[in-house]
C-alpha cells in the first residue's frame, strides 16, 4: 500500500503562484511515477504534470511553462511549482502515483484563484 499526503493549496490572485507538495509513504519502490491531476467543478480530471523516478516529465498542454514539477526520490516527494496562475486554474488538485499496476491517489487540495 501506499499512502499520499498532499499539502500546499490555497486561495490567491491571478498572476500569483502555489506550491504544492505531495508526501509517499508505504510500498512506493524505486520504479514508479508521481504526478497531478486536477478536477474542476463538472469537468473530468486531468493530468497537469507527471515525473517518473527516472526524472522523465510529461506536462499538460494548458500548463505552457508556468508550471513545474520536480521530485525528491530520497524523500519520495513530488512538488507543483505553479506561477502566474489564472482563474481557469482552480480546482482540487490530487496527487497520484503509479506503482507496477497499481494507481494510488491522495485526498486532493484545493487550488482557487481569484480574478
Known amino acids: 500500500q501506499v499512502q499520499l499526503v498532499e499539502s500546499g493549496g490555497g486561495l490567491v490572485q491571478a498572476g500569483g503562484s502555489l506550491r504544492l507538495s505531495c508526501a509517499a509513504s508505504g510500498s512506493i519502490g524505486s520504479s514508479n511515477t508521481m504526478g497531478w491531476y486536477r478536477q474542476a467543478p463538472g469537468k473530468q480530471r486531468e493530468l497537469v504534470a507527471a515525473?517518473?523516478?527516472?526524472?522523465?516529465?510529461n506536462y499538460a498542454d494548458f500548463v505552457k511553462g508556468g508550471f513545474t514539477i520536480s521530485r525528491d526520490n530520497a524523500k519520495n516527494t513530488v512538488v507543483l511549482q505553479m506561477n502566474i496562475l489564472k482563474p481557469e486554474d482552480t480546482a482540487v488538485y490530487y496527487c497520484k502515483a503509479i506503482v507496477g499496476f497499481r494507481n494510488y491517489w491522495g485526498q486532493g487540495t484545493q487550488v482557487s484563484v481569484t480574478s
Open positions: 515525473s517518473t523516478a527516472g526524472g522523465r516529465t
